[in-house]
């Protein structure tokens, strides 16, 4: 078995050799303590004349920020951390020593020159740790729907038509000068491979043409859509719940050292459990009122609305019941009250709002056909989206989240840009 | 537990509801056989007056192709075929009978027809199977990876520039007049991320605007980067074959039924163990030439020599180390052997070829200008992939597969375009 830092109690007492970098080191002329780093966690490495010999003292001199390195040494725990190892060095063998000196340092810089630099900040201690959620997260999911019988479908990114209204989407030139579209969402498709598979779901890139430029939106990010018949409203909000309790308990299983380097307060994430809190739209607009909020009644919850409700609470929010007048065509009627839908967004606590939006889909044929007519979208493009209610149609209902929204509050990350390896926004198309 | 069809063995001798769809039915008057499917499996179900009652045996001879239905009946084992249940039919409750005939029958379409209607060709037997193979392979992966501590890096989509060649790329236009193009691989990115993480992998849409009308080329398909930091060529096909192992052992556990109803014979896939066949690009072709081929020394192996290579051989077989100068820039030289690049092909057997492609990277700062300059390449465009050769750079490797080259192989799909759920081919956009 090779060494890795995230394995380091394994190897108490024994030599290793750590193969990776140098991120720091401080320290003079009888003791530099270097702090390495394997792509698998960080380690200090204790440089001193009598353990380490002159030629190390006189190698860790000279080395200089994001050098690569083969350092042998003797594993030991930190003599006052608990689950902190150390490594007493006896060999440095550089890789490479910087000719250059590291653009990044511990200093302050600007957002542009972060950006700019994407394809090294990426190494730095925060960064780090927030794509190692990423990771969590990702395989999280993968692994809720393994266990719930969903198969992965991928959805087109090429696609003929809108699914939600041309604007904001990225176009090009197909061959034969056809147009495409890059997709925003790949729930139609979705709703066609459920009724082959019962339950499915797609992870990939979606894409939005939007000028927005907030700390929540990317033109590129990565979307998690969930599909499954014979399945209502209510049974999606537990099927989006056990998925959301599943990646709360992985990430907080296999990423503490992570979230420490985060600054993340876990004890908020520690008290998440099932039941989330139920509420309609109706009960939030008036609860918001209540607060000081001029929300209306047929108003989508705002940044500040979200924000406020979500920090009134431990759980996480399902606001049900939306108006139906506001929400998209393919959105079942609720059979009790038939100007609401059938949809819930889920709202994260602690302030962050909004990371799944859901409904139960409406499964008639003369019903979906009459809101196509009334959300004045041409019947044509949906010709083959039609035909899932013509032969076998079911119940069925579906979600999606946005991975990068769900990491941003999990990990605390104020702008979703740092939760994406390398950020496509309005402005920014490189590195 | 509800009832799934899948685990129909768990049921025997009890009364279940199966929610799903008729596939299709035969029998008469006096007993009708109906093939029940519900997204987990296929089920026969056993409708006669006795067993089933005469308002069960009415429904029945009404029901048509691909009605959605619950039915309620007891389990019970095949008398003959092991591992195969059937349903006595107590209770038919259709959901929808479809009012138009089920556009796919059993006869022959022509591949327009079924590609024209791919939301409903879906739902086929075979169709169905070959998706489901294609998830295993997608788990399969993901699972390989999170046990030999590789992370998941989002490679973007929209690029700035063309990694190798600017020819057979979608081109998008960006805000402000800027020019996108969407990715055709993954790697460079990779390259940065494995400098902070050690081993990662991405596994995204991949795009080429390839006017290939081949039974192997789609215009959009999916890819799996993995990239690993302190490895060699020789460390990187030991991952690959891995990877591969990892992929049949679990097609083979999880998917018997699908290659079943594929006709697929899985002696030969049962046959497949490390360590695989390693050949030198040199010794191939004049393997090949023995075998009567006209490849030349420095030619890649067309598809004719593919599939006479590896129908000779039962176990796939890695093509090692290609004249450089026809390999691309990033590839680093063999040190034994300045002509050669340390890459390698991975062939399956059967006669089906490549299926994935790797190298060791070039690691040195004015090496990698060099190659650049000889591949009259703009250094200007690779400005931050250098910066990796500038600040801590070491030795690394990756390799690629296609997703639908491998589901084709394993699942024994003539064509790729029935490998994804939604292809897109030069003239294909839709649906």
């Known amino acids: 078995m090779s060494f890795k830092i995230k394995n380091a109690r394994d190897f108490v007492d024994q030599e290793v050799i750590m193969e990776g970098w140098m991120y720091n080191r401080r320290g003079s002329g009888k003791i530099y303590f270097m702090q390495l780093r394997d792509g698998t966690g960080f380690m200090q490495g204790i440089v001193t004349e009598d353990e380490s010999g002159k030629e190390s003292m006189e190698q860790a001199e000279k080395l200089t920020a994001e050098t690569s390195l083969r350092v042998t040494g003797k594993i030991s725990q930190h003599p006052k951390k608990e689950d902190t190892f150390e490594m007493i060095v006896t060999k440095i063998e550089p890789v490479q020593i910087p000719a250059e000196e590291y653009p990044i340092s511990k200093k302050e ?29 990702i395989n999280a999911t993968y692994e809720y729907f393994a266990d719930n019988d969903f198969i992965k479908i991928d959805s087109p990114i090429l696609t003929p038509n809108a699914c939600e209204g041309t604007t904001e989407l990225f176009e090009i030139n197909y061959f034969d000068d056809d147009t495409a579209y890059l997709s925003q969402s790949g729930q139609l498709y979705l709703e ?20 927005s430029k907030t700390r929540r939106h990317l033109t590129e990010f990565w979307m998690m859509d969930a599909e499954m018949a014979y399945c209502d409203h209510k049974m999606s909000m537990e099927i989006q719940e056990g998925l959301m309790m599943n990646i709360i308990k992985r990430v907080l299983e296999k990423n503490m050292k992570e979230l420490a380097i985060l600054e993340r307060d876990v004890e908020p994430l520690k008290k998440i459990q099932g039941p989330f809190i139920r509420k309609t739209h109706a009960e939030v607009v008036a609860e918001l009122r209540e607060m000081g909020s001029d929300i ?33 065509f393919y959105m079942k009627r609720d059979p009790e009250n038939e100007g609401l839908a059938l949809c819930c967004d889920l709202l994260a606590p602690e302030g962050y709002g ?51 929204r769900i990491t941003g509050w999990i990990t605390g990350t104020h702008h979703i840009r740092e939760t994406i390896p390398f950020p496509r926004l309005i402005n920014r198309l490189r590195p």
Chains 1, 2 share one sequence.
């Open 296 to 328: 209306g009644e047929k108003d989508d919850l705002g940044a500040d609305d979200e924000t406020m409700l979500t920090k009134k609470y431990d759980l996480p929010i399902f606001v049900e019941k939306y108006p139906a007048e506001v929400k998209a």
């Open 109 to 137: 810089h600007g957002p542009d020159f972060l950006l700019d630099n994407r394809h090294l900040w990426l190494r730095s201690g925060k960064q780090w740790a927030i794509q190692r959620v990423r990771n969590t997260i």
């Open 354 to 404: 909004e990371i799944i939006g859901g409904s139960e889909r409406e499964d008639n044929l003369d019903i979906i056909l009459k809101r196509i007519e009334e959300h004045k979208l041409d019947p044509k493009v949906f010709d083959w989206y039609l035909d899932l209610r013509k032969y076998g149609s079911v119940p069925h209902s579906g979600f999606g989240y946005g991975l990068e």
């Open 192 to 211: 066609a491979a459920v009724m082959s598979h019962g339950r499915v779901f797609d992870f990939g890139p979606v894409f939005r043409a939007e000028k």
